[in-house]
């Protein structure tokens, strides 16, 4: 799997927009990208995946550059129980792996 | 329907003691992945188990073993305990792996 890159730490305030990036210039052509979060002491949570469209659900969106080599994830109206550290990760999607390499993640600290 | 369910939730133990933790995936989930995590090296992949099987390992000494039973519940275990062994362990079930997974709320693990 693909390695990531992430900024150790973000803020941002409550209510505007957190966009966080991710970095994964050796992705390959069969890989997707998977977001994550850890709010504190919680196991992780699924949030997203895509290839190459952009992808969107009910709690965020994802915006994939058309070369791929990176990515960002956007909370659309952040709130405080966002506070969380997320994780970016790169892997075949139809794998035959329930196998998860995680990165330091962003944490992303929500501020009233 | 229900999520991932870990017993026990907290646990102490002393040094040269083993353990046996317990995972109980989201009903339809064939696969169930083990993961560490600690401050210093953050959330690793242990081993997966798929049909009872054990598909992939991650890199930790024999002591850490596991098995799943035939209802997919899966269990961990840990023998000759070590201070380092202290960490949250976490559990997650997916249909078949490949795809986006649930973790249950871990068991926290104390050596002393």
């Known amino acids: 799997d693909a390695k990531t890159t992430q900024p150790p730490s973000m803020d941002c305030a409550e209510g505007r927009a957190a966009n966080l990036p991710c970095n994964h210039s050796t992705i390959s052509g069969n890989e997707y990208v998977y977001w994550y979060r850890q709010i504190h002491s919680q196991g992780p949570q699924y949030i997203i995946h895509g290839l190459k469209n952009n992808e969107t659900n009910e709690m965020a969106s994802l915006i994939i550059t058309e070369d791929r080599k990176s990515s960002t994830l956007i909370l659309p109206h952040a709130t405080l129980r966002d506070t969380a550290v997320y994780y970016c990760i790169v892997r075949v999607a139809e794998s035959n792996t329930g196998k998860l390499i995680f990165g330091q993640g962003t944490t992303l600290q929500v501020k009233p | 329907k229900a999520g991932v369910t870990q017993t026990p939730r907290y646990l102490i133990k002393t040094r040269g003691q083993q353990v046996t933790l317990s995972c109980s995936p989201i009903s339809g989930h064939r696969s169930v992945s083990w993961y560490q995590q600690t401050p210093g090296q953050g959330l690793q992949f242990l081993f997966e188990?798929?049909?009872?099987?054990?598909?992939n390992k991650g890199n930790f000494p024999g002591r850490f073993s596991g098995r799943q039973f035939s209802n997919s519940r899966s269990e961990m275990n840990v023998s000759t305990l070590e201070l380092g062994d202290s960490a949250l362990y976490l559990c997650a079930s997916s249909f078949q792996g490949g795809n986006e997974q649930y973790f249950g709320p871990g068991t926290r693990l104390t050596v002393t």
């Open positions: 188990y798929f049909s009872e099987t054990q598909r």
